[in-house]
């Protein structure tokens, strides 16, 4: 067996760049890349290593480490799943702030690999600059931060260690089941610490993405339910899209006439031009969606997690007899509300499934029920997006629409928090399966741009845009000036209402009066109620190297995201828009727990109505 002397970090380099994933005969590079800040923690093992084999692991240079992450994460959602990206930092702050992305990461079950330096494994000099001391445990340091958030963790405190660590790493970002943020925290030291390492370690490594088959006995008995149920009702999460089976989907639809809801993952599942397609359901779902949830006897869960947004805390599935079928790859989200499992790959399962069902189909009056409610939910959706006229201020509706009118088929649109997840879910068409790009698992304010870029890396020549408020803006645009030095064409529209828009209405309705939610001067009586502050976002984008367009009309913003979208840099498009809310209200209730007592009548009234919507939850059985 031959061996390599080599650093432990130049290995694992070398390593990760022999590593694939392969499913239905397609292979992908396991590690794409390599995203990058560094200190002194990383800088002379991580940082020299990439040097070393800069021909082999591509470097992105990041400017914050949570945005870091967040493109990663972009780039491995866009790709299925297949594909990754290596974080890698400095030791102390550089390490903890890769929690939030990493959080993020774990919560939507997405791939991505973390390197954070470590303290000296040897413990010549302790403490180290930025080392945080344990009086009990000298073995803690505050990369351990990471392990709730991670699905694998290891500390690699000698040379040999890394091979086990790095074979179970790649093991779990592969696995469908299991992925998630990987942490393998790397002691300075060590880094630097020559080895010889066996020639195999280093040979290409296939990791094959399985599509587990149900079980027959769980497909006869999903069969069985579906046939007995008389108003079934799919709801698609985003394992459809993970799976690669939106095709699967809609032949099921096609072939039994069931109608189909989507999470905010699973929006694009089927064209929301589709039949069967009813659009998002929940909290922020579409009236037709959520009337036939109330209604619904047999709930089909397809690769979702059940979130409190899709099940309106457990108030949204009013039928006194409704039971629940999920198809999911893994048992802990497949036995979620008491549910009959089908514990299995989403694509595999759904053909299954076809063909178990073959010759049934619904009653023609619900499907004619349905696709009546369609209709009817899609000329509100119209009114909403086409109001107004071409000389008016934009609202964040009317933004919606112009986007739809420009973007095509392949565009992909990214956001994930504020009040326009919920603005988006209702309304946005979905046109193909990567389109709706909503991170709402962790909704996390700042993951929009530099999602976007790591969705541009993942789609060379397809416009991606990032939407964000003011509010998500000033959270995270650091990766703007990542995007001018990589020339990465994304298209960012900058929404201003001087206010965080989404938090103030739930503030106004759960008796908080909107405090703290507006960006304005401090008035005489101590409220922010005064003049909006003199900030200029769009000035800011600019500052960081973007071309930057400033729409003042519902004409010249069609105009603005139109040049946008054909522009060959990194485009802002910055929009002062009325904050009047113009979207269609929630169709279903949110648990946000309201003071049960106070003195002031807004949060009375609040708890009464809070009361009253308490009475519909169920646990289901």
Not at 250 to 274: F, Y
Not at 321 to 327: C, Y
Not at 591 to 598: E, F, K, L, R
Request: with cysteine; aromatic share 6%.
């Amino acid at each position: 067996m031959s061996a390599f002397r080599l650093t432990t970090a130049q290995a694992l380099v070398r390593f990760l760049a022999a590593q694939y994933t392969e499913r239905d005969g397609v292979r992908h590079r396991l590690i794409a890349g390599m995203w990058g800040i560094f200190g002194h923690g990383n800088v002379a093992g991580i940082g020299q290593a990439l040097v070393e084999y800069a021909g082999v692991m591509p470097y992105h240079q990041g400017r914050s480490e949570q945005a870091m992450v967040h493109a990663a994460v972009g780039h491995a959602r866009h790709l299925d799943r297949l594909s990754a990206q290596a974080v890698t930092t400095s030791i102390g702050p550089g390490a903890t702030n890769l929690v939030t992305g990493a959080a993020l990461a774990t919560v939507n079950r997405l791939p991505v690999l973390l390197l954070p330096g470590d303290y000296f494994a040897a413990h010549p000099a302790d403490p180290l600059l930025q080392q945080l001391e344990h009086p009990s445990a000298a073995d803690v340091s505050v990369n351990d931060t990471l392990r709730p958030v991670s699905r694998f963790f290891d500390r690699v405190t000698r040379p040999e260690a890394l091979i086990p660590s790095a074979l179970n790493a790649m093991r779990v970002l592969a696995d469908p089941a299991e992925t998630g943020a990987v942490t393998l925290a790397l002691p300075q030291d060590v880094q630097a610490e020559a080895a010889d390492w066996p020639e195999e370690f280093f040979a290409d490594r296939v990791w094959r993405v399985r599509r587990p088959a149900p079980d027959p006995a769980e497909l006869a008995d999903a069969a069985d339910a579906i046939r007995s149920a008389a108003r079934p009702l799919i709801v698609a999460g985003g394992g459809v899209h993970h799976s690669g089976a939106e095709e699967a989907l809609r032949e099921l639809a096609d072939a039994t006439g069931i109608p189909v809801a989507s999470t905010q993952a699973g929006k694009g599942s089927l064209r929301h031009d589709h039949p069967a397609d009813v659009g998002g359901i929940g909290h922020t779902g579409t009236a037709v969606a959520d009337d036939l949830a109330r209604a619904a006897d047999l709930v089909i869960g397809v690769g979702t997690r059940h979130t409190d947004f899709t099940t309106a805390s457990g108030t949204l599935f009013q039928h006194p007899d409704v039971r629940f079928l999920n198809l999911n790859i893994t048992a802990f989200d497949a036995h979620k509300l008491a549910a009959r499992t089908l514990v299995c790959d989403a694509r595999t399962g759904l053909r299954a499934l076809t063909g178990a069902l073959a010759g049934h189909r619904v009653d023609d009056t619900y499907a004619a029920g349905y696709r009546a409610g369609k209709q009817r939910w899609e000329r509100v959706v119209e009114a909403a997006l086409r109001a107004g006229d071409d000389s008016a201020v934009p609202t964040q509706t009317q933004v919606i629409g112009a986007l739809d009118e420009v973007v095509g088929d392949t565009d992909v649109v990214i956001n994930a928090a504020g009040s326009l997840p919920g603005d988006l879910h209702k309304l946005w068409r979905a046109r193909s399966p990567r389109q709706y790009h909503l991170e709402y698992g962790y909704s996390c304010m700042g993951y929009e741009i530099p999602a976007a870029l790591g969705v541009q890396q993942a789609a060379p020549g397809t416009p991606v845009w990032a939407l964000v408020g003011d509010g998500t803006y000033l959270m995270n645009p650091t990766e703007i000036v990542t995007a001018v030095q990589e020339d990465l064409p994304v298209k960012l529209v900058l929404l201003q209402n001087h206010g965080y828009a989404s938090i103030g209405g739930l503030s106004e309705s759960v008796g908080a009066e909107r405090f703290g939610t507006a960006y304005r001067h401090r008035a005489a009586d101590g409220s922010f109620t005064g003049d909006p502050l003199p900030v200029d976002l769009a000035a800011n984008a600019a500052s960081l190297g973007m071309d930057v367009l400033r729409p003042k009309t519902v004409g010249e913003l069609r105009a603005a995201l139109a040049a946008a979208r054909a522009a060959s840099r990194p485009t802002c498009v910055y929009v002062e828009t009325d904050p009047a809310p113009t979207a269609p209200g929630a169709q279903a209730w949110w648990d946000v727990p309201v003071a049960g007592v106070s003195a002031r009548p807004a949060a009375v009234d609040a708890r009464a109505a809070y009361d009253r919507a308490l009475a519909d939850r169920r646990h289901h059985l």
